[in-house]
Nanobody, 117 residues
Framework: QVQLVESGGGLVQAGGSLRLSCAAS??????????MGWYRQAPGKQRELVAA???????DYADSVKGRFTISRDNPKNTVYLQMNSLKPADTAVYYC?????????WGQGTQVTVPS
């Protein structure tokens, strides 16, 4: 059984930074082949893609976070990161880690990020 466990969320003032981590554990085979992503869901809104990184290291970002967020992965550690800088109240949401490979999609339990206005 594969699990994705997020960590690093919290409360931070506007303009501050946080780094989220997502560690894959269990019977995850060849983590480096998985496409990984970070999604977020704010109250009353749909879940949206924030950032993604392919197995080859290509990255993609939502327009709202370009230049502020950076996604990266450490394959030997089975971990993906989301560095979030210049945080805004609009970034407040539950952030979810996602892994995809061969039609399989996995989700973490989510971590709350709160940026007070």
């Amino acid at each position: 059984q594969v699990q994705l466990v997020e960590s690093g969320g919290g409360l931070v003032q506007a303009g501050g930074s946080l780094r989220l981590s997502c560690a894959a554990s269990g019977s995850i085979f060849m983590f480096r082949l998985y496409a990984m992503g970070w999604y977020r869901q704010a109250p009353g809104k749909q879940r949206e893609l924030v950032a993604a990184i392919s197995s080859g290291g290509n990255t993609d970002y939502a327009d709202s976070v370009k230049g502020r967020f950076t996604i990266s992965r450490d394959n030997p550690k089975n971990t993906v990161y989301l560095q979030m800088n210049s945080l805004k109240p609009a970034d407040t949401a539950v952030y979810y880690c996602n892994a995809q490979f061969g039609g399989l999609a996995l989700w973490g339990q989510g971590t709350q990020v709160t940026v007070p206005s």
